[in-house]
Nanobody
Framework: QVQLVESGGGLVQPGGSLSLSCTAS????????MGWFRQGPGKEREFVAAISQGGLVRRYVDSAKGRFTISRDNAKNTVYLQMNSAEIEDTAVYFC????????????????WGQGTQVTVSS
C-alpha cells in the first residue's frame, strides 16, 4: 500500500506563490503517475495536474496552465505543485494521488490518495 502525505499548504495573498509537496511511502514511487486534485468550498473535487512516472508527460486543468507547475523527484519519493499568481478561486483542499498507469490516470482513475492540505488565497 502507498501512503501519501501532503504538506506546504497555508495562507497566500492573491498574486502570491505557494509550493505544495507530497511524499510517498510504502510503494515504488517511480512506477506511479502522480496527480494533484483540489476541492473548494461547496465544490466537487477537480483535477489540477498530473505527471507521468518519468516526468515527461504533464497535464493541467485549463485554469492552472501558465500558473502552476507539477514536478517530481523520484529519488525523494516526492511530487510538487508550484502555485504562482494565486487567485481567490484556488482556495481549496489540495490532494495528491497516485495511479498505477498513465492511461488510467488520464482516465481519472487513481488508486491512492493523501489526506489533503488546505490552501487559502486571501488578502
Amino acid at each position: 500500500q502507498v501512503q501519501l502525505v501532503e504538506s506546504g499548504g497555508g495562507l497566500v495573498q492573491p498574486g502570491g506563490s505557494l509550493s505544495l509537496s507530497c511524499t510517498a511511502s510504502g510503494g515504488t514511487f517511480s512506477s506511479y503517475t502522480m496527480g494533484w486534485f483540489r476541492q473548494g468550498p461547496g465544490k466537487e473535487r477537480e483535477f489540477v495536474a498530473a505527471i507521468s512516472q518519468g516526468g515527461l508527460v504533464r497535464r493541467y486543468v485549463d485554469s492552472a496552465k501558465g500558473r502552476f507547475t507539477i514536478s517530481r523527484d523520484n529519488a525523494k519519493n516526492t511530487v510538487y505543485l508550484q502555485m504562482n499568481s494565486a487567485e481567490i478561486e484556488d482556495t481549496a483542499v489540495y490532494f495528491c494521488a497516485a495511479s498505477e498507469t498513465l492511461i488510467a490516470a488520464l482516465r481519472g482513475k487513481y488508486d491512492y490518495w493523501g489526506q489533503g492540505t488546505q490552501v487559502t488565497v486571501s488578502s
